[in-house]
């Protein structure tokens, strides 16, 4: 069983890329994961600075996300959209878990992983215009993003009232079995170099 390490770019008590993560969530799991779900909320950290971690060091919490990035096999990450790109408690967690430490190179926690990349939002696009910028800093820092990603336009309108399931979940599903799969792929013993 893969290890997927699943959560929202929004700590936002009622964000919808909460609700879409847990959905998300509950699919990988059917499919066949073994995910962990965080809530970023609980790894605070500050702003990254290059004089703080000069004079500090990372802050435990940092560290506390580069273990558990280091154990999961593959990410499932839904984030809103701000101004057209990725917000900056996404950006500012998955630079602070880059950043070298008692020299092991800051690649690590990212190297031979694989991403499913998902937005959701109550406007038309769905947080369309993010994805390819979490995706290209997901690149550069070694991810296997697949190809295929999830945006949930009106997102307002796309929950049962009554159980908060998605009122179409089909394609979330597809994409969540692709990650569980492709992960699952690449970690037979005959992937592997």
Do not use: C
């Amino acid at each position: 069983m893969p290890r997927i390490l699943a959560f929202s770019g929004s700590i936002r008590r009622d964000s919808w890329n909460r609700k879409l993560i847990q959905r998300a969530v509950d699919a990988a799991r059917a499919a066949g994961g073994d995910v962990t779900l965080i809530d970023l909320a609980d790894y605070p950290l500050p702003l990254y600075d290059g004089d703080l971690e000069d004079r500090d060091g990372l802050p435990d919490n940092a560290l506390r996300l580069k273990a558990l990035f280091k154990e999961h096999d593959a990410f499932l990450i839904a984030s809103p959209e701000y101004n057209s790109s990725i917000p900056p408690l996404l950006k500012n967690t998955l630079d602070w878990v880059s950043r070298e430490w008692q020299g092991e190179s800051g690649l690590v926690p990212y190297q031979n992983k694989v991403a499913a990349i998902l937005a959701a939002s109550p406007g038309m696009f769905g947080g369309m215009r993010m994805l390819p910028h979490l995706r290209q800093v997901l690149n550069t820092l070694g991810v296997l993003v697949l190809p295929g990603q999830f945006s949930l336009p009106h997102a307002d309108k796309a929950f049962d009232e009554e159980n908060g399931a998605l009122k179409s979940p089909a394609r979330l599903h597809t994409l969540v079995l692709e990650l569980v799969n492709t992960t699952t792929a690449l970690a037979r013993p005959e992937n592997r170099t």
